[in-house]
């Protein structure tokens, strides 16, 4: 299975590093799946809403499609305009292909039908 985090400019640290890590000391031990990072927007850096430069796998894009996607909440909504317009529209575009996890202090599934 494979999973991709979705970062965005301004994104929170706490809530899309954490099911990072989680989910990579699961796959250390031994579960089947892959975990990436990925920009909303074709670019290889994203910035935090702190000031934390990360480097991504790869972007938000069809031929690259996860089983499933997990959109951090966190500092796009109150701090970068620009993060969560760039969130919306990526998500409008592909929300209808993707299994949704929301992950905002904890992960909420969303069945889309």
Wanted: proline residues 4%.
């Amino acid at each position: 299975m494979k999973i991709q985090i979705v970062l965005f400019e301004g994104f929170g640290e706490l809530v899309a590093l954490a099911p990072y890590e989680v989910l990579k000391r699961g796959i250390e031990a031994g579960a089947p799946f892959e975990i990436e990072l990925v920009a909303s927007q074709s670019q290889k850096e994203v910035v935090s809403s702190l000031g934390v430069q990360v480097t991504v796998h790869d972007f938000l894009r069809l031929d690259n499609r996860p089983d499933l996607l997990i959109i951090p909440g966190g500092g796009w909504n109150h701090k970068v305009q620009t993060g969560r317009q760039a969130v919306y529209h990526s998500m409008r575009r592909f929300f209808i292909f993707f299994k949704l996890l929301l992950a905002f202090h904890f992960l909420i599934p969303i069945h889309v039908i």
